[in-house]
């Protein structure tokens, strides 16, 4: 059987946009379908700021800058591991591996692209933001990619870090400092990593297996994966709640939107623990996982809207209505 005719499995099946896009190898190697949500969590880190709206020039040299670094990231891990990857049915055809891409060329391209997202950054938004994007970087490349993933099961508990960076770069651009409300985006993201990314390890776990990668479902096994992925998914909806209090405004339309969003998560969670081996609902809370972070990064934003602070306004009213009467009555 050729690779042409291997049947599609893994990430590939599970993301149908896949099947039919063939990427030129230099933006293939980039990573592009990871950026967008990097960026909307790089917005709701700025929305957080009591200095959103930004300047349109600020925004997009934050978000030009965060995109550009977060490809020179992928294009890093894509080097370091593409004799692994080229080890791997499901991986073998990318651009390093299948030597449609030089190593050479994708390391200048790498460099080239960080020395321009920290250009931009410090010109067009501040230091700080500039530094905690190359933090991002390094961290996913030298934390998780090199030390952490072939060495230990969690290693998306502590590597998730990379993940989380972006809300700190939007904060960070928004206010020259990192408040209350950027630090809580940080931790959400955090306990989120590990279900989303454990999901697709079950799904991806033969081909971790084969090359000696120690994910959580290779060494554990699917039950107790599917418990893990349990606990965080809790996790990451009893700290999606805290940004009912620490939102700067609009937390009561928050609070009652990302209710649903949570239900549909646990319920995910909980359907996989019932059949941790079934591929379907793996499939399922890895796909909407994605839409769960989009969505709170949407409620963020929707919470700064001037609908949503006068519905906070409404409910301080009933509320202190509420108290006079209770007080009224004793």
């Given at each position: ?42 917005l ?13 020039p600020?925004?997009?040299c ?20 593409q ?26 391209l ?12 410090v ?55 990192i ?16 279900a ?56 009561v ?60 306004q409404?409910?301080?009213h ?7 009467g ?5």
């Amino acid at each position: 059987m050729t690779q042409a005719t291997v049947t599609l499995s893994g990430r590939d099946a599970v993301v149908p946009s896949r099947r039919h896009l063939r990427l030129p190898p230099w933006l293939e190697v980039a990573k592009p379908r990871l950026i967008p949500l990097l960026l909307a969590t790089t917005l709701g880190g700025m929305a957080l700021s009591e200095s959103w709206p930004l300047p349109t020039p600020q925004l997009a040299c934050t978000l030009g800058g965060g995109a550009l670094a977060a490809a020179a990231a992928g294009m890093l891990n894509c080097l370091w591991e593409q004799e692994l990857d080229g080890r791997m049915a499901r991986t073998a055809g990318r651009a390093l591996p299948s030597g449609r891409l030089s190593g050479q060329t994708a390391f200048l391209l790498a460099v080239s692209l960080t020395l321009a997202a920290a250009m931009l950054l410090v010109a067009g938004v501040n230091c700080l933001a500039a530094g905690l994007s190359l933090l991002g970087l390094c961290s996913y490349v030298l934390l998780y990619t090199v030390v952490l993933k072939p060495r230990t099961s969690r290693n998306i508990v502590i590597g998730g870090v990379a993940g989380a960076i972006p809300p700190l770069v939007g904060a960070a651009a928004a206010a020259g400092h990192i408040g209350l409300g950027g630090w809580w985006l940080f931790g959400l993201v955090m306990v989120w990593t590990p279900a989303h990314f454990w999901a697709l390890a079950l799904l991806l776990k033969d081909d971790y297996a084969s090359v000696g990668i120690p994910m959580l479902p290779v060494v554990k096994g699917a039950l107790f994966t599917s418990r893990a992925i349990g606990h965080y998914a809790r996790l990451t909806a009893v700290a999606s709640l805290a940004g009912t209090a620490l939102l700067p405004s609009g937390g009561v339309l928050y609070g009652l939107l990302v209710l649903p969003l949570n239900g549909r998560l646990l319920q995910l969670s909980a359907a996989l623990q019932r059949q941790p081996e079934e591929r379907q609902r793996a499939t399922n809370l890895f796909r909407f996982s994605i839409l769960y972070l989009f969505g709170i990064c949407g409620l963020i934003l929707l919470s700064r809207s001037g609908v949503a602070a006068l519905l906070d306004q409404q409910a301080l009213h009933l509320l202190g209505h509420w108290s006079a009467g209770l007080l009224a009555g004793l």
